[in-house]
C-alpha cells in the first residue's frame, strides 16, 4: 500500500474496506470497523451503530455523577472500586480507537490483505490525523432513550505538543458532548503519541 498523504486516501480505503465487508457478510463479525467506515462518508450518524461509540461515554458520565465510593460500599462489596473503573475504561479504549485498529487488523490478516499502517504505529497515527479531518465536527447522534446523559457526540482537534519525555504526539482530540441546548463539555482529552525509537510492532 502507498505511503498515506491525504484525506481523500483515507475516505478511499476505508470505503473499499466496508464493501468488502458488505460483500463478505462481516457486517456483524466487526461492529466497530463498520461504524469507523460509515464515519468518514456521512455527516451525520445517527443508526444504531453510533450508539456503540456514545456509550461508553455515556457510561462514565453517569459513573462520575455517582457520589464518591464510601467506606461502607467497598466493606459491602470489595469490588466496587474495580467496577466503577471498569464503567469508566471504555472511554478510553474508543478514544484511542482501540476497537477500530484492532477489527482493522484482524480484518486484513483475515483477508491477506498486507497493510502497514496497522503495524507500525508511526503510520497508524498518520492515518487517523486524516481520518480525524474527516469526521471533525460529524456528530454521532443517539435518537432513542437508552442513553441517559450523552446522545450527542462530536470529535475535534486541538493543537498538539511532544511529551516531556520525548514521545512523538501525532494526534490530540477532544471528545465533546453537545447538550440539548447546545452547550458543549468536553468530555475526554485523547492524546495519541509514538515513542521515541522503532515505530513498528512486533507481528
Known sequence: ?????????????????RKLLELLGLK?????????????????LDRKP???IIKPF?????????????????????????EFLGDISGTFDMA???GFKEELERFYRSQQITCCLVRNQKEWLKFLGYYTSVIEDCPLKCKDNTMVHVRTLLVRKVAANSYFDESKVRLNLEWIWV?????????????????PGPAEESS
Do not use: K
Open 28 to 44: 456483524d463479525v466487526y461492529p466497530q470497523l463498520m461504524v469507523f467506515c460509515d464515519w468518514v462518508v456521512h455527516p451525520t
Open 50 to 52: 453510533a450508539r456503540q
Open 96 to 98: 484511542g480507537f482501540v
Open 58 to 82: 455515556d457510561i462514565s458520565v453517569v459513573a462520575a455523577r455517582r457520589r464518591p465510593i464510601t467506606e461502607t460500599e467497598l466493606e459491602a462489596n470489595p469490588n466496587a472500586m474495580q
Open 179 to 195: 447538550r440539548p441546548d447546545g452547550r458543549e463539555s468536553v468530555l475526554l482529552n485523547s492524546t495519541l503519541a509514538y515513542p
Open 1 to 17: 500500500m502507498e505511503p498515506i498523504t491525504s484525506e481523500r486516501q483515507v475516505v478511499y480505503i476505508l470505503v473499499e474496506t
